[in-house]
């Protein structure tokens, strides 16, 4: 059962723990701006407890499981979240503000994570290595021991799926410092995990802020991994931290990722695409199409359809299940603000809004979609994410120029092609700058088997699909010398 909404308590060995501090921390509903909870706010002494909890786990029970259990526990795992589906996404929708139907995909998402990594737990194989005459040489896969997951609040239950899903089918304990912002649903899939057999210790969770218990948490030396999502400057102090203990470090640093639209284009199957890249979850994703760019043939009549579109979406409380929610807390309402105004100072033209409607409380964090035009590639607006309903439209003349454009950010996550034209299809996936590349498709946040992740300043390593598994891994080399 998850503990009271205003119970002091960590995820540690299968159990609730108090937090040694007794502190605990608000949790507020974005759709009311109201206090509807409070966690425990965990500190160094707290990640030590996880941590050692976790140790004890890899060098008893847990570590001895084969891969086939590990497997059937996921599998186990990922049956008691379909079977909580709406429980969970209650809990979700409630702490983040996205609406009921996003949270209800989350939840599908999280258990298809578990899904594919409990069937892959006992296919993750070494290779053998033709060496010199007489000696047989392999490689073996080893789980690195204590991992340590630090969670985002845009999208809790997919991320811990991706991350704590493949750390576990690889035979890691783990520890987990969710944020603080979206952590509740967290906290009862922990539960669901100890239901279904999960030995104490392999799954640990405490909660608090990330400069405290986030922190410890990646300064530990008893931490073996650290995966990460979230912000660059954040992504660069968890690598500092995870540096000074030697500690390898997988980065997913969000983007500033574009769809580039092509006068050859099938425009009815683009604009569901477009739109949705930029609104599900309020912009607030980090593979988010933030950024439109537009050969200039059908510059003005495609931003005259995502003009009407966007003027139709509506923005309410997470329970009305409308277009878009809230946005996560005040300082995030207050970046997407900071990012107009300094829009409207450099003269960037706003084709069209949407709405936030009447029934949305006052305290709410809400905001209205945004469709720019014109946007200027050196301006913040184009450069830096907003994660927020923000989209930013400009014209292109030919190849050269969509690829300049599109690869002129820091980042590079992902990037969306629309065009009928199969060698520039190729071209284009060749030459854009970006962990994954859409064809006439846009994956935001989709795709369980799909190895994702960044360059530059969208970071480093690979999450999701099968590549996931190695990187929650570490490689022995054995040679045998037999004559
Ligand atoms: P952060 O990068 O600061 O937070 C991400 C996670 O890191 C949270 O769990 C946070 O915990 C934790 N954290 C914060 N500081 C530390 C630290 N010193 N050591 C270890 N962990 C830490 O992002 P914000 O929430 O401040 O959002 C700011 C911007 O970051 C957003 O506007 C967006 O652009 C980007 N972002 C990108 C995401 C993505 O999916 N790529 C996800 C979230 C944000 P806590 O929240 O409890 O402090």
Redesign the pocket.
């Known amino acids: 059962m998850l503990p009271s909404m205003t119970h002091n308590a960590h995820f540690i060995g299968n159990q609730w723990v108090s937090t040694l501090s007794g502190e605990t921390l608000p949790v507020l509903n974005p759709s009311s701006g109201e206090i509807f909870a409070r966690i425990a706010r965990g500190n160094r002494a707290d990640i030590d407890a996880a941590v050692a909890t976790a140790r004890q786990a890899f060098a008893g029970p847990w570590g001895r499981l084969s891969a086939l259990e590990r497997g059937r526990l996921l599998a186990r795992w990922a049956e008691a979240i379909l079977a909580n589906q709406d429980e969970l996404a209650g809990i979700e929708s409630t702490d983040t503000g996205k609406p009921l139907k996003q949270a209800r995909a989350d939840v599908v998402a999280l258990a298809r994570y578990f899904e594919f990594y409990g069937g892959a737990a006992d296919k993750l194989h070494g290779q053998t290595i033709p060496y010199q005459e007489g000696y047989t040489v392999l490689t073996i896969r080893e789980p690195h021991g204590v991992t340590g997951h ?6 809790p239950m997919q ?1 811990f799926g991706r991350s704590v899903g493949a750390a576990l089918a690889a035979g890691n304990a783990c520890v987990v ?7 509740l649903s967290l906290l009862r899939v922990a539960a669901l995990a100890a239901e279904v057999g999960f030995p104490a210790g392999a799954l640990n969770i405490v ?5 405290e ?3 410890a ?2 300064e530990h030396p008893g931490i073996d991994h650290i995966s ?8 660069k ?2 690598a500092i ?1 995870g540096a000074s203990h030697h500690c390898p470090v997988t980065l ?4 500033k990722s574009p769809q580039l639209v092509f006068a050859d284009a099938d425009l009815d199957a683009a604009m569901p695409m477009l739109v949705g890249a930029i609104i599900q979850n309020a912009g ?4 988010a199409g933030s950024r439109v760019l537009i050969e200039r043939a059908i510059y003005e009549p495609l931003l005259e359809r995502l003009a009407q579109r966007f003027s139709q979406l509506r923005a309410g409380p997470a329970d009305l299940d409308l277009d878009l929610g809230p946005l ?2 005040r ?2 309402q207050q ?1 997407v603000w900071d990012f107009l105004s300094d829009a409207q100072a450099d003269g960037i033209p706003i084709v069209a809004q949407g709405e936030v409607v009447d029934e949305a409380p006052a305290k709410g964090y809400y905001q209205a979609p945004v469709l720019l035009r014109d946007v200027p590639p050196a301006s913040r607006l184009w450069q ?5 309903p923000v989209l930013s439209a400009a014209a292109f003349d030919d190849e050269d120029e969509a690829v300049a454009l599109a690869n002129g950010t820091p980042y590079g ?1 992902v990037a969306g092609v629309w065009t009928r034209d199969g060698a520039r299809q190729f071209r284009m996936a060749r030459r854009l700058e970006a962990g994954q590349v859409f064809i006439n498709n846009y994956g935001a946040g989709g795709g369980v088997e799909l190895p994702f992740g960044g360059v530059r300043h ?2 480093h390593g690979r999450e999701k699909g099968f590549e996931a598994l190695y990187g929650f891994t570490r490689l022995k080399t054995v040679a045998l010398r037999h004559g």
């Open positions: 630090i969670i985002p609040w845009n999208y991320i410092k969710p944020a603080e912002d979206g952590c909660t608090g802020l990330g400069a218990a986030g922190q948490l990646a990460f999502t979230g912000s660059p400057d954040t992504g102090r968890v931290a997913e640093l969000g983007g607030q994703t980090c593979s996560v807390n300082k995030q970046r830096d994410e907003v994660f927020g996550l969208s970071g």
